[in-house]
């Protein structure tokens, strides 16, 4: 059964980093789709990126596009969310799941298979 497991998130000032990553288990990342999504306190969920595995296209939610950057290594099972020049508007829970498909349309959709517990990210003065 395939589970997913983030980390990175903290308490970081606006403008500062941090990496988050989703490590992959009882299955091949090769054939997932990955998203990272985020939910602030009294917000719905939002998507904020996605990375296919068919051809590596990634996809950004506009409000990050510039400041984050997701990437896969698929030897460790692993995808990334460096996430640059953050904002207050930046906090949230963020969780990162597996597409049903390999090219983000589950992503695109609503339509994501399993999803990790999340990481806390605040950003905060």
């Known amino acids: 059964q395939l589970q997913l497991v983030e980390s990175g998130g903290g308490l970081v000032q606006p403008g500062e980093s941090l990496r988050l990553s989703c490590v992959v288990s009882?299955?091949?990342?090769?054939?997932?789709?990955i998203g990272w999504f985020r939910q602030a306190p009294g917000k719905e969920r939002e998507g904020v990126s996605c990375?296919?595995?068919?051809?590596?296209?990634?996809y950004y939610t506009d409000s990050v596009k510039g400041r984050f950057t997701i990437s896969r290594e698929n030897a460790k099972n692993t995808v990334y969310l460096q996430m640059s020049s953050l904002e207050p508007e930046d906090t949230g829970n963020y969780s990162c799941?597996?597409?049903?498909?390999?090219?983000?349309?589950?992503?695109?959709?609503?339509?994501?298979?399993?999803w990790g517990q999340g990481t806390q990210v605040t950003v905060s003065s």
């Open positions: 799941a597996s597409d049903l498909s390999r090219d983000c349309s589950g992503y695109h959709y609503g339509l994501m298979s399993t």
């Open positions: 009882g299955g091949n990342l090769d054939f997932y789709a």
């Open positions: 990375i296919s595995s068919s051809d590596g296209r990634t």
